[in-house]
């Protein structure tokens, strides 16, 4: 069975098509990487790509991605709304199959070295690869932006992991390994925002609630309904139908209830499986011998 | 994406270890054939093969198995609890990716044409291949076994559909296409019987209850509970949730609940994922998108 891990590299171009499509390209040319899917942001001026393959491929071709971002994309000119730090801004490695997290860290840090060495961007290791507690959560690691990075690097407590100092136009790059994320929302059966927030507020991490769930209050303007939009970053420890169960139980509270839910983008398989198995109340059941397709992928696989 | 068909070969062999081999030799000598699993039950004396390739592959591995059985097992000595009818003795093909429900039929008619013709054996088509209603089910189709196959296949409505006697040591075979089936088990919290079997009969197709769908209530003894035993041959028309929910509510007529359930071997991913989007109540999910093995199958098949 072959190791795959996934990439998701985010860029710093969500408007120029000649842009998005180059940095496309670059990922496509590498045989064996799968680009699964790639998007852009015009407001956030972003794009997200997502690409599979085994541990080089995908070393590979994020490397070339990287290069085009580098040539293509300079930060003294970049306005959006999404904060970011660098062309190419973070570049999460994750495993999907018979890999490890340890061996998608290793990853991440090669990956790293050679874009500081190669490219001439510092480097930051985050998350599952970050070398003190407080570079773990990307938020704090990009704080400052790309107008604030230089003197940021300055402090002891913010030199680089790889490289020295910032790229005049490509910026830095936050670089890790972590668990797929799933992006799951809840929509009430109110109008009412600050229900949406309270709930947000009890099951969030940050705030004393499950572990792994970071969530947010917002409002669905063109459905006139409040929504529990939540990310889930490792969906093993805590998975999705505990999530939603405890967003029913305190919505009880307030009489309200779950009109529907959304995973928005990819999920892997087992994070639905595990759901039904709990619904279903299944006893014994090994996915990895049960499920048909996964046969299929090891054998495919070789 | 590879055109993917699943066969289910049932021999009339559950005890020679070697006979089992050389069908199971005879499977895996064909390339691009994966042969999922296959298991022998000694007191049933009958053994049960699962296969996936292309229809083309299938087709020749289980030509191939078939052979085997014709040349090693004598149905003149072949004592079991399991009905049967023949050496090979149910041959159903599986669609799986990329392939309908009618490119089986023409599989299941194909080899069922072969081996009237190389091996000698008539062969009644059952199931969704059947050119008759009263041939869809097996168990008629089988009804008065190998030692009164002769006799009924006199009967101008049991003519078979390919050759025209009884094979003298290796009797008739039904070959069709189908649907996956699912077996699927539900454990109440009682050691009541009659409740088990009350709800089998609410919830089967056969007495008026759940399209697709077979139930029987059974004992688990060493458990001392007793439980629905669920056959489901079309999990996209009645999905597994329906199927518990269903016996949830009438399970609360006695006070009973469901302590557990099980899927017993294999089953598509899908038939998992629909529960989950159920239970999950998700709006808008599309699986084969989303999830991200999905991606992967089609990219490895080419």
């Known amino acids: 069975m072959a190791k795959l891990v996934e990439c998701i590299p985010n860029f710093s171009e969500g408007r120029r098509t000649t842009v998005i ?33 085994t541990p080089e491929q995908v070393k590979k071709a994020v490397l070339q991605a990287a290069q085009q971002a580098v040539n293509l994309i300079d930060m003294t000119q970049h306005r959006g709304e999404h904060p ?8 999460p490695f994750v495993p999907i199959q018979n890999v490890t997290m340890d061996e998608c860290v290793i990853l991440s840090r090669e990956a790293g070295a050679a874009i500081a060495r ?28 790309f107008e604030g990075m230089a003197e940021k690097m300055q402090k002891t407590e913010w030199r680089p992991d790889f490289g020295d100092k ?26 009412d925002l600050n229900i949406a927030k ?22 669905l303007e063109d459905r006139n309904l409040a929504q529990v939009s939540i990310n889930m970053t490792n969906y093993e420890q805590t998975p999705l139908y505990r999530v939603l169960e405890l967003v029913k139980a305190e919505a009880k509270r307030y009489g309200v209830g779950v009109v529907g ?31 048909l397709e996964n046969h299929l992928l090891r054998s495919n696989n070789g």
Chains 1, 2 share one sequence.
Not at 171 to 186: D, E, F, H, K
Not at 200 to 217: P, Q, T
Not at 266 to 291: H, I, M, N, R, W
Request: charge should be neutral.
């Open 21 to 53: 499509e180059a940095i496309a390209g670059a990922i496509k040319e590498v045989p064996g990487v799968i680009l699964l899917d790639y998007s852009a942001d015009a407001s956030h001026n972003r794009s997200v790509f997502t690409l599979v393959g």
């Open 84 to 91: 970011r730090m660098g062309a190419v801004d973070v570049i």
């Open 118 to 145: 190669e490219l001439g961007m510092p480097v930051f290791l985050y998350e599952e690869s970050a070398t003190a507690a407080s570079r773990k959560n990307l938020a704090e690691v990009r704080r400052g932006e």
């Open 166 to 191: 910032l790229h005049p136009t490509a910026g830095a790059v936050a670089v890790g390994a972590r668990m797929p994320l799933i992006a799951y929302n809840i929509n009430l059966n109110t109008s």
């Open 198 to 219: 309270a709930i947000a507020k009890i099951i969030r991490e940050s705030s004393g609630g499950l572990k792994f769930v970071k969530a947010l209050g917002v409002m």
């Open 261 to 291: 839910t959304e995973i928005i983008g990819l999920t892997p398989a087992k994070a639905l499986v595990d759901s039904a198995k709990y619904y279903l109340q299944l006893e014994g059941f090994d996915g990895d011998k049960q499920v």
